[in-house]
């Protein structure tokens, strides 16, 4: 049974250009989470849906970054237009349940660099 | 403001002994508790977990205590193998939040053959 699925695994751009990150949870997953790794601020929750629909976008950093989810096989999470601050491995997850509590599966994640 | 500490970023320990892999919390509403484990290269992988109404959680050679009243817990590897060699996540959730984990800076654990 495959995992999350994430793509591309490695994104190098330039600033002020556009970046989409795209992500295929589990088949049967009804939520999906996008996170981003950083050193200073470690793994943090920038959105996350449940059915399709972003219940908690808090995370996101600022009006650059948008997530979608137009189905239950994907999602996409745009920056635009980027940053070198925006460097950082971004995660995907998805979980099987709307319940609580609950486990989250990654994807291996992408490496964003931003120069 | 850090919700979810691991004030070790390092441990090293020899093989076949114990690894003890702390984590505190400062929010009193959390009341689910789950340690990820994260080799390089890949995303973070589900470990254990365990709900605020227990104190003990036991799978195999990990085993996750939760202490409340010190909003302390903690994930015992006995015995530890190379294998377990990795960065270990805690992470928190809290009931009235749904669905969202407070995760850790992560501890780097170091097991010595």
């Known amino acids: 049974d495959a995992g999350v699925i994430q793509s591309p695994r490695h994104e190098v751009t330039e600033m002020g250009q556009e970046v989409t990150l795209r992500c295929k949870p589990i088949s049967g997953h009804n939520s999906l989470f996008w996170y981003r790794q950083t050193m200073m601020r470690g793994l943090e929750l920038l959105i996350y849906f449940n059915n399709n629909v972003p219940i908690d976008d808090s995370g996101m950093p600022e009006d650059r970054f948008s997530a979608k989810m137009p189905n239950a096989s994907f999602s996409t999470l745009k920056i635009q237009p980027s940053e070198p601050r925006d460097s950082a491995v971004y995660f995907c997850?998805?979980?099987?349940?709307?319940?609580?509590?609950?486990?989250?599966?990654f994807g291996p994640g992408t490496r964003l660099t931003v120069t | 403001d850090q919700q979810v500490k691991q004030n070790s970023p390092s441990l090293s320990v020899q093989e076949g002994r114990i690894s003890i892999l702390n984590c505190d919390y400062t929010?009193?509403?959390?009341?689910?508790f789950l340690w990820y484990k994260k080799y390089p290269a890949e995303g973070p992988t589900f470990l254990i977990s365990?709900?605020?109404?227990?104190d003990k959680n036991e799978d195999g050679r990990f085993t996750v205590f939760l202490n409340k009243s010190a909003k302390h817990l903690s994930l015992h590897i006995v015995p530890s193998q190379p294998g377990d060699s990795a960065v270990y996540f805690c992470?928190?959730?809290?009931?009235?939040?749904?669905?969202?984990?407070?995760f850790g800076s992560g501890t780097r654990l170091l097991v010595r053959p």
């Open positions: 997850a998805s979980s099987p349940s709307g319940g609580f509590p609950h486990e989250q599966y």
């Open positions: 365990i709900s605020s109404i227990k």
């Open positions: 992470a928190a959730s809290a009931r009235d939040s749904s669905y969202k984990l407070i």
């Open positions: 929010n009193s509403m959390f009341d689910y």
